[in-house]
């Protein structure tokens, strides 16, 4: 019989060939749907479809029938670096993110399941491979982590929906980076490749309480996880002579620990009018659990020890993000989304990396939907407005100089109820 492990391994390696990382804050991606990102996000308190089993699974018990839903969120993302030694900039700029969502109303109407499949963290970075970090960085950097949630919720209370969800993460990591052989071992070039894979296990908790027919607060929290990678490190390229001395493997075991943030998010919505409904939102994110980075190589460790790749400190900060958002149903199938939100990078200039590209950034988004019968649609537009990262002190010196950043981002979602 197929384990729980190898199905969801083949659905997360399903969403994981559609997805790539886009620019987000640390290694977060944007919001999953077309929905929250046309509210920049900002959607723990009027969520009313399957996508609450991303943002609140409290609000699960919102949504009346049935339904299913899918997404795609596709983002634009570059940079250009500027500093002593010259100029140079990314390339493969493109991205795209999926998502499926399932509700399920239970009888009695207090009880409802969901079940959703999103990629809520990730990174790709690829620079030009004839560039200024061509020996001094990973030319191409990709991580992506799927989750898998099934969530339930519970109206225990006219007042107040409570609801709890576990996730199962699995990621891949992979990085390529060119290495200059010493002359005196035959010289050349090299290149170093790595791919990994590994599992996470979490949860997330929500709470909806109707202060009024008008107001409410929403509350939300999603633990901590860390996911071991382990994989293989392969160099191509080495000589003989290099081979034979021992400091190089053609090939050897790689593993590595990522550590990802607690969250917590406290919401206030107001419906305002029968057409019109507003949301305030503040998160804490503990990217701190971040310090370093350990690479463990194996027959390799020579290797990544002489490129400075062994241990590298992060010492990430812990951040917090606000922002407001509006829907207005300004018509009877149709409504109008917009959005604001301020995000923090967690990435001190000591410790910044061409490889994990952050700036702090404020986002403005516009979203629109319709509806009709059992079928609704929804778009929505993002851009991030950047100030030029000036990185100065780094722990690499190769690093320092002006990072300007560019990201946008759309989205496009199907929903429909059965």
């Given amino acids: ?52 089993v991303f943002y609140n699974p409290a609000n ?7 339904q299913l839903q899918l997404s795609g969120v596709v983002g634009y993302s570059g940079a250009e670096y500027s500093g002593a030694l010259g100029q140079t900039e990314t390339d493969a700029p493109w991205s795209v993110l999926p998502a499926l969502a399932l509700a399920w109303p239970l009888s009695p109407q207090d009880l409802s399941l969901g079940l959703g499949v999103q990629v809520p963290y990730g990174r790709q970075t690829q620079w030009d491979e004839q560039g200024l970090f061509r020996y001094s960085a990973p030319v191409q950097t990709e991580m992506s982590v799927v989750d898998i949630t099934p969530a339930l919720s519970w109206r225990a209370l006219d007042c107040l929906s409570l609801g709890a969800g576990l996730d199962v993460y ?13 002359s005196a071992l ?16 979490g949860a997330n ?29 392969d160099v191509r390229g080495a000589s003989t002579p290099l081979l034979a001395s021992g400091l190089v493997a053609a090939q050897s075991d790689l593993s590595t620990t990522f550590a990802f943030p607690t969250i917590v998010a406290l919401g206030y919505g107001l419906q305002v009018s029968e057409c019109l409904r507003v949301e305030a939102d503040v998160e804490w994110l503990e990217f701190s659990r971040y310090e370093t980075m350990d690479l463990d190589a194996g027959a390799n460790n020579t290797l990544i020890q002489g490129v400075g790749m062994s241990s590298t400190p992060q010492n990430w900060d812990d951040t917090w993000t606000a922002g407001l958002s509006a829907e207005w149903r300004f018509a009877k199938c149709w409504t109008l989304r917009s959005g604001y939100v301020y995000l923090d990078s967690p990435i001190p200039d000591s410790t910044f990396s061409p490889a994990v590209l952050d700036q702090c950034q404020s986002v403005v988004s516009m979203g629109l939907g319709f509806h009709s019968g059992r079928h609704r649609v929804d778009l929505a537009y ?35 109820a059965f």
């Fill in 186 to 201: 035959g010289g050349g070039e090299g290149e170093a490749r790595a791919e990994a894979e590994g599992w996470g296990l």
């Fill in 205 to 233: 908790l929500g709470i909806t309480w109707r202060l009024t027919e008008r107001q409410r607060l929403a509350l939300t929290y999603r633990t901590p996880f860390d996911i071991d990678f382990e994989g293989d490190l």
């Fill in 170 to 182: 699995y990621g891949q990591l992979g990085f390529r980076q060119y290495l200059p052989w010493p």
């Fill in 382 to 416: 993002a851009m991030g407005l950047f100030s030029t990262r000036e990185v100065r002190g780094n722990q690499n010196p190769a690093y320092d100089g002006d990072y300007d950043l560019d990201a946008q981002l759309g989205a496009l979602t199907y929903t429909i």
């Fill in 1 to 52: 019989m197929t384990s729980f492990r190898t199905v969801t391994k083949r659905l997360a390696g399903v969403m994981l060939c559609l997805a790539c990382g886009a620019s987000a804050d640390g290694f977060r991606n944007p919001p999953a749907t077309a929905a929250a990102l046309g509210k920049a996000g900002k959607c723990i308190v009027w969520v009313d479809d399957a996508s609450a």
């Fill in 60 to 66: 699960l018990d919102d949504v009346s029938a049935r």
